[in-house]
């Protein structure tokens, strides 16, 4: 039986408590660990290592010497890519060829893109009159924040947890992350490549357990915790939020998304479909840049929704390790509950289900996973709740549009503003829609394509902040001014 312990100041320690959860496959319910909840005790501990550090060799390392060791990190991931890659596919379910290509490379490329950004990272200066005609210099100087708290979700666990940590270690923070109960493997397994590159004690901290009245919450509401990262759901931003507005501590909240996918009549349909295709189903649909809703010009509406079909049919659902398979389940069967709650509420709520929309028969061995039918919709009303809720699963509502005006106010109708994608071969209307768009990241003919040093984050209720590039720097960072009179 494997054990999921919380990493902290160096080592891996079981809760005082005792108390343990379980860790259960996806694929087929099968156990695969316990995994112990932190009470405060334990979270107070991880903060108290991650405060210390800020003043111990950690805060003396140059710039050159942060940037050699966490491009060793990089280094270390890279060369157990297989263990990482096992650890998350065991934990999501998802198919190995995705974890291989996405999650693990991209989860080691974190931790060197920001070391780049950061030592370049430009600062202001001024040179100011004064009366006496002297003068005086302004610059601007940039510290860590202090100790950063890293709340983090389980659909992409180790890319979007080391997203956050390697630009937070870059600029020479401390952090305690919080993985999602649902995915604590991949987290845990970084505190060993910490430990072998020689990362000091404290400066990476790992806290397992629940949200409410467990360890989330305990660490956001911890008082030398000096700043919050999170991603997940918006209540939970929420919630994050006022917990951060006690002694006033910074957040960065990336958030949930409604996000719509326009199909010009203009575009290539088929790079169309491919991309919709990837933006409505791959990792199970649980990517929150994911697609939930598509609109179509009138007139290839029918060829583009029969070709989705064409392509849904083709998914291939099934094991991880299946070289075949490039669907895999959702990631907990308390998720598949409320997908299902979703799917049967299009149904009441007047779709045309075009395929899809049920629980599908994977045999004995996986029906106790938490598996679900890729599924298109047609026909929905525009304030059905299916249209405007997230759901976070392999779906999305089909929808044929008529005018370019049209459209836009459709796709902005949402109370969220993560992402959208535009698809159409003339470049002057790509630009103008794009430019109306009430989202944070817009892709034309493309999705999901992210240059490192760009900004990422949500407008609306899909977040406060950016991510990413320079942007992120003004989060892990605090900004001095030092004016020096001449
Ligand atoms: P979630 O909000 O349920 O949980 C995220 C994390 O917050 C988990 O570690 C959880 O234990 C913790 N948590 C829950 N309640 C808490 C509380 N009260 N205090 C402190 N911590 C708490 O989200 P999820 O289900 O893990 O992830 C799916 C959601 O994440 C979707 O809404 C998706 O859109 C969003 N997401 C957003 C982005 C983005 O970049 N905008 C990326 C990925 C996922």
């Known amino acids: 039986m494997k054990e999921f312990k919380h990493f902290i ?26 995994t112990y909840e932190a009470g405060r005790e334990e979270v107070d501990a991880a903060v108290k290592a991650a405060k210390a550090a800020l003043k111990g060799p950690w805060g003396k390392l140059t710039q050159v010497e942060r940037t050699k ?41 974190n ?21 006496d005609g002297k003068g005086a210099m302004n610059f601007g100087h940039r510290t860590p924040k202090g100790v950063i708290a890293v709340v983090a979700p389980w659909n992409l666990p180790l890319l979007l947890m080391t997203w956050k940590v390697g630009p937070a270690l870059a600029c020479g923070n401390t952090v305690v992350v919080k993985p999602s109960e649902e995915t604590p493997m991949t987290t845990t397994l970084l505190g060993e490549v910490m430990n072998e590159c020689g990362v000091p004690p404290g400066v990476f901290n790992v806290v397992h357990g629940f949200g409410p009245d467990s360890a989330g919450e305990f660490l956001t509401t911890h008082p030398d915790v000096d700043a919050i990262t999170f991603t997940g759901e918006t209540r939970t931003g929420e919630a994050i ?15 949930g998304g409604k996000n719509p996918s326009i199909v010009f009549a203009d575009c290539d349909i088929e790079k169309a479909v491919e991309g919709t295709m990837r933006s409505a189903f791959v990792n199970c649909g649980q990517v929150c840049l994911g697609t939930e809703r598509v609109y179509v010009e009138r007139p290839i509406f029918d060829q583009f929704l029969a070709r989705m079909k064409e392509e849904v049919a083709k998914l291939k659902l099934g094991r991880p390790e299946d070289e075949q398979a490039n669907f895999g389940p959702l990631v907990s069967q308390e998720h598949r509950s409320k997908v299902k709650y979703y799917y049967d509420l299009a149904v009441e709520e007047g779709a ?29 009303a525009d304030d059905a709740r299916v249209m405007r809720e997230e759901i976070f699963g392999p779906c999305c509502h089909i929808r044929p549009f008529d005018s370019e005006d049209e459209v836009i106010a459709l796709a902005n109708d949402t109370d969220y503003g993560l992402a959208a994608a535009i698809w159409t071969e003339n470049s002057a209307r790509a630009v103008r829609v794009a430019e109306q768009m009430e989202a944070g990241i817009v892709w034309v003919n493309a999705w999901f394509l992210r240059d490192l040093r760009t900004s990422f984050g949500g407008a609306k209720q899909s977040g406060i902040g950016r991510e990413g590039g320079v942007h992120g720097m003004e989060f892990y ?6 004016c020096i009179k001449l």
């Open 9 to 34: 100041n160096g080592q891996y320690v079981a809760s005082a408590s005792g108390k343990t959860f379980e860790n259960r496959s996806p694929v087929d319910n099968s156990l695969l660990g316990k």
């Open 69 to 109: 060791l966490l491009n060793k990190v990089a280094d270390r991931i890279n060369e157990r890519f297989e263990e990482f890659l096992e650890a998350e596919c065991l934990d999501t379910g998802k198919p190995r060829s995705i974890a291989a290509h996405i999650d693990i490379p991209r989860g080691a490329a």
């Open 111 to 131: 931790f060197k893109a920001f070391t780049e950004t950061s030592a370049n990272l430009p600062t202001e200066g001024f040179r100011m009159d004064t009366p």
């Open 241 to 255: 939020m006022k917990a951060a507005a006690v002694g006033l501590r910074n957040i960065s909240l990336e958030c």
């Open 352 to 380: 045309k289900v075009e395929i899809g929309g049920g629980i599908p028969d994977m045999g004995a061995a996986l029906n106790d996973g938490a598996w679900i039918e890729p599924t298109i919709w047609t026909g929905l």
């Open 477 to 482: 960072t605090e900004m001095k001014n030092i």
